[in-house]
């Protein structure tokens, strides 16, 4: 049972946790939910570059030439839907590189290959290049990848990725179809305003 005491003192405690008070901290927690950023709200996530996505943006409306509010509405949803189709192949890559290389950045894992290595001068002459992860491998940025596998708790990563592509891919064709339906329409019944 709580007493009267402890639930003061939790009171008290509360005050003292008010959260982030600058600008800049809370923007970092905006984004403590984020994690993969295929269900992201916004375009962008903090891997990504503002300027590649606004490039690709205006290839693809320029391509898509909307005439009508509806028209821009479905383009833009076209982009969005592209861009994080494209956001998932760059995750799916980084993810199968991640489960494949190891993680030599933890402490554990360091010391293990201090270990391992110290084995290896004493028993044997040192390994050839092909046997050993190429460095330039274990130097990309895997971020994407080790975020997804956290994400997914490490288990069936890579089937759950393969989800979420089917469910964007079939919201850009659907909402593809829907756009060259508009265009269809509007040729096949030019309005007074085409005239």
Partial sequence: MVTEAKILANRRNAQK????????????VSQN??????????????????????????????ELNPDSPMESMLAERIVNLSWRLKRLYKIQNQTIDALSTPDTSSPLAKLTQSMLSRLRDQSRPAPSD???ASPERSRRDLTLGRLAIKDFSN???????????RRIENSLYKTFLEYQRLKLIKNLNPGPQNQ
């Fill in 17 to 28: 946790s008010t959260g982030p008070r600058t600008l800049k901290g809370k923007a970092i």
């Fill in 33 to 62: 939910a984020a994690k993969h950023g295929l269900t992201a709200a916004n375009n962008i996530i903090s891997a990504e570059n503002q300027a590649d996505f606004e490039l690709y943006r205006a290839q693809f409306l320029a």
């Fill in 130 to 132: 092909s046997d050993q």
């Fill in 155 to 165: 288990t069936r990563v890579l089937e759950r990725l393969l989800m979420y592509e």
